[in-house]
């Protein structure tokens, strides 16, 4: 079966730095995608890790294990405008599937 | 710039009625996908397409259907819309040309089925 799990919502103040986990248990795994997607608003594509490490892209780094399963999307320097839902997917060889996302609301 | 677009917002419809969800691509994919979004829980996968006239259902098919016959329309189905297919429903596209290819998302279309 498929199972992508990640939390439901975060909190974190204005500058500072968070962090966003995801646990992942698939048939097939091509790569995992981290999304971001503003109220309203279709997702966009923020990064993406096929193998184990960090992947670093400004303010936003994601990481993954394939091993555990593993994988995270690190926020530094917030900004009120990071307030958004994140969504972590991961492809297997032809389809796409979604963790429910989580809502990072970031407060001054 | 690329574009994925879907032919309504907002679509308000009756217990019933055949329901036709209309989406495009420019940029030559060949992987399409139909997914709903409602809240706490997520994107969940309805039907995929990786090419021309193929499609594979994805995790909750049942109650829809769709359409590949050109490359650049998918086009998603209800044949008798009930209320708890109200939902918010995006399409995505994405080439084949490798791994690391993400999804395009079109603006997503609000169905309310009353």
């Known amino acids: 079966g498929q199972n992508i799990d990640q939390p439901t919502e975060m909190t974190a103040t204005e500058g500072a730095i968070v962090q966003i986990n995801c646990t992942y248990q698939?048939?097939?795994?091509?790569?995992l995608f981290w999304y971001q997607q503003h109220a309203g608003e279709a997702p966009t594509f923020l990064s993406y890790?096929?193998?184990?490490g960090l992947e670093e892209k400004g303010r936003f780094s994601s990481f993954l294990s394939r091993s555990k399963g593993y994988s995270y999307l690190l926020l530094k320097e917030l900004q009120m405008k990071d307030s958004a839902s994140y969504l972590c997917?991961?492809?297997?060889?032809?389809?796409?599937?979604f963790g429910a996302g989580t809502r990072l609301t970031v407060k001054p | 710039d690329v574009k994925v677009t879907q032919s309504s917002r907002y679509l308000v419809k009756r217990t019933g009625e055949k329901v036709f969800l209309e989406c495009v691509q420019d940029?030559?994919?060949?992987?399409m996908f139909w997914y709903r979004q409602d809240p706490g829980l997520g994107l969940r996968l309805i039907y995929f397409?990786?090419?021309?006239?193929?499609?594979e259902k994805g995790d909750i098919p049942e109650g829809y259907s769709v359409s590949r016959e050109k490359k650049e329309r998918f086009s998603l189905i209800l044949e008798s819309a009930s209320t708890n297919q109200t939902s918010m429903y995006l399409c995505?596209?994405?080439?084949?040309?490798?791994?690391?290819?993400?999804?395009?998302f079109g603006s997503g279309t609000q169905l309310s089925v009353l």
């Open positions: 397409s990786y090419d021309v006239k193929m499609k």
């Open positions: 940029m030559d994919h060949e992987n």
């Open positions: 890790n096929v193998l184990d």
């Open positions: 997917a991961v492809r297997a060889p032809n389809d796409m599937r």
């Open positions: 995505a596209s994405r080439s084949t040309g490798g791994a690391n290819e993400k999804l395009f």
């Open positions: 698939t048939s097939g795994f091509n790569g």
